[in-house]
Structures are given as structure tokens and as C-alpha cells.
T-cell receptor
């Protein structure tokens, strides 16, 4: 089982460039999340999608946009990258937001903005 | 809002030592609690969970008990191995109706042979 797949694994951008981080899950989960991980800060929620067709802001949404393309896919877009967005980005999913189930994580995208 | 506080690391232990990583939470209701482990270059993997007071989660020799009276969910292992070296995250599922998962800042464990 692939679980949660993120692409790319690594990316280097120059300030002002744009890019889209891709995430897909094959577990038929309804809810998907984007987190960023920074040293000493733990994981901070950027956006989440409780179900197909809905998205909501998390703790740190500024500078990001998301698209829930279908039930499987949830992408994160940086329109104009800034050095402060240098981070490791994780996508996660869970069957549905009302459950007590744990999140399932992808292996992350390590992004450097110069 | 809900929050999670866990002890700062790094924690350095010798092989076969006893491990405790402290985690306390703030929540208005009865959150589900989780411990995740992250190995270098990988995503977070669920280690164990507990969904109600006095529940004990356990996996791979690790244990944690949901203590509502002290709002704690401390992670313990009786005898650590070098392979347990990783970063450990305590987390809860938000009870305010937003269905967010909130994570602590992580504790790095290094086990020496």
C-alpha cells in the first residue's frame, strides 16, 4: 500500500518563484491536511480539507493556496516563494474528521527558498 | 484553544536505559491523544494512541497512559535500543469542533550503544 504520496521530495526555489506541492492518498480518506515542520516549532497546520470540495485555513495559511482536486488529491501552491517558506512540508490524511483515528503522513517535501 | 506541551530535548540515553518523555495538554473536552515517531528523512508514524481517560496505549515496548486528572500522556519505555533514536511527537485531536490535530514541538531521542 502506498498510503500518502508526496512529490517532489526535494525542491529549491528562488525568491518569487511559484510551485505546487502534490499529495495523493489511496486509502479512500475523506480528510486531508498540509503541515509545515520547522526546527523548534513542531508541526504547524497550513490548510486542511475536511471533505472533497471544502478547504479551511489552519494556523499559518498566509502565502499558500490549496486545491482539493478530488477525493484522492490535495495540492499546496506557493504563488511567490519567500525564504520564510523554507521548511519541510507534510501532507496527511484521515478517514474523516469526526473520527478518533490518527493521521497518516507522507514522507515530506523539503523546500529551500533562496 | 487546545494545546500540547512536551519536554524539550535532546534526550541522550545509554542502551537499555529507561525512557520517559513528558507530555501535557490543554483541552476543554476529552481529546484523543497520540504519540508519533519520526525517523530521519521520513514522515511521522503513529506509535500509539489513547481515546479516553485511563486508556493505556502501547506498541513496540512503548507505553503511555491517558491521565485526565493531570492532563498528561507521558511516553515510557523500559529498555531503549539504538534503533529507538528518533524524534517523538505528542499530539491531540482538537475538541473544539474544528477537527484539527495539534502537535507538540517534538523531542529528539539519541540512544548510545
Amino acid at each position: 500500500n502506498a498510503g500518502v504520496t508526496q512529490t517532489p521530495k526535494f525542491q529549491v526555489l528562488k525568491t518569487g518563484q511559484s510551485m505546487t506541492l502534490q499529495c495523493a492518498q489511496d486509502m479512500n480518506h475523506n480528510s486531508m491536511y498540509w503541515y509545515r515542520q520547522d526546527p523548534g516549532m513542531g508541526l504547524r497546520l497550513i490548510y486542511y480539507s475536511a471533505s472533497e470540495g471544502t478547504t479551511d485555513k489552519g494556523e499559518v495559511p498566509n502565502g499558500y493556496n490549496v486545491s482539493r482536486l478530488n477525493k484522492r488529491e490535495f495540492s499546496l501552491r506557493l504563488e511567490s516563494a519567500a525564504p520564510s517558506q523554507t521548511s519541510v512540508y507534510f501532507c496527511a490524511s484521515v478517514a474523516w474528521t469526526g473520527s478518533n483515528s490518527p493521521l497518516h503522513f507522507g514522507n515530506g517535501t523539503r523546500l529551500t527558498v533562496t | 484553544g487546545d494545546s500540547v506541551t512536551q519536554m524539550e530535548g535532546p534526550v541522550t540515553l545509554s542502551e537499555e536505559a529507561f525512557l520517559t518523555i513528558n507530555c501535557t495538554y490543554t483541552a476543554t473536552g476529552y481529546p484523543s491523544l497520540f504519540w508519533y515517531v519520526q525517523y530521519p528523512g521520513e514522515g511521522l508514524q503513529l506509535l500509539l494512541k489513547a481515546t479516553k481517560a485511563d486508556d493505556k496505549g502501547s506498541n513496540k515496548g512503548f507505553e503511555a497512559t491517558y491521565r485526565k486528572e493531570t492532563t498528561s500522556f507521558h511516553l515510557e519505555k523500559g529498555s531503549v535500543q539504538v534503533s529507538d533514536s528518533a524524534v517523538y511527537f505528542c499530539a491531540l485531536r482538537d475538541t473544539s469542533g474544528t477537527y484539527k490535530y495539534i502537535f507538540g514541538t517534538g523531542t529528539r531521542l539519541k540512544v548510545l550503544a
